[in-house]
């Protein structure tokens, strides 16, 4: 028996030996903790992989931290959950904090490889914009926001494990800090329907939740990493009410 790791290494091997040769392929392009294709965190193995594979082949390993990086996942970035370095990060979302901006970051070796005039941005040097930026950063920082969202994601998902125990149909509970996701399965297949009546019943009561997943069956839990505790309570007590009633 393989593990999930050692299995998607395979893979990318026999896709190289059959199907597109390692030398025509730039970069990767990965998630580290996927978003809007369910909020799945893969094994401590994955990441440690896709590096290998790309240090063998010359291949960029490009990590899309628009999700999840600063701090959503417990530290300013997923792929620290690992110590792998990507060869480049992307960045936006909570890196400005609703202003404009987004970035690419990466090392003088990559960077070095830009000449003037090849790369341009809508909102490139936008001066209030990247005042945000270090405003956001320095308080994050300053306020040890990373270590709150890894404070609070282990309460919400001690809660959310207890819900399994009386609603059989939330099949998975997983996540990263506050990057957490709610699976609902019914009968072997995804209960897509079951969470729209959750998300409905839970926005009569005044919480607004969003689906994920290619089958829109996970349920998102992303709140402000600086949400007041008893605020967070209360959305969670409506939550699991909104689960409890229509899952029943």
Not at 42 to 49: D, G, H, K, L, N
Not at 126 to 137: L, S
Not at 140 to 165: F, K, S, Y
Request: proline fraction near 6%; glycine fraction near 8%; hydrophobic fraction near 45%.
């Amino acid at each position: 028996m393989t593990t999930s790791a050692s299995w998607s290494s395979a893979e990318l091997e026999l896709l190289f030996a059959t199907t597109t040769a390692p030398e025509t392929v730039a970069a990767i392009i990965v998630e580290p903790v996927q978003g809007e294709g369910g909020y799945v965190v893969p094994p401590p193995t994955f990441m440690p992989m896709l590096r290998r594979i790309c240090d063998e082949h010359g291949i960029l390993l490009v990590a899309d931290e628009v999700q999840s990086g600063f701090a959503r996942t417990g530290k300013m970035f997923a792929v620290n959950h690992t110590r792998v370095e990507p060869d480049i990060i992307c960045v936006a979302k909570a890196l400005g904090n609703g202003m404009p901006i987004a970035a690419i970051v990466a090392g003088h070796r990559v960077m070095s490889a830009f000449h003037a005039g090849e790369h341009g941005t809508t909102y490139g040097d936008n001066a209030v914009a990247c005042a945000a930026v270090v405003a956001v950063i320095d308080t994050m920082t300053r306020e040890h926001i990373p270590e709150r969202a890894e404070r609070l994601g282990r309460h919400v998902m001690e809660r959310a494990r207890g819900w399994q125990r009386d609603i059989p149909a939330l099949a998975d509970v997983r996540g990263l800090g506050m990057m957490i996701g709610l699976e609902f399965m019914k009968g072997g297949a995804p209960a897509t329907t079951l969470v729209d009546r959750i998300s409905t019943n839970a926005l009569a009561r005044g919480v607004l939740l969003l689906s994920c997943g290619i089958d829109a069956n996970v349920i998102r839990l992303i709140p402000p990493l600086t949400i007041p505790e008893p605020e967070l309570d209360a959305g969670l007590d409506i939550l699991e009410a909104a689960m409890r009633e229509e899952a029943a």
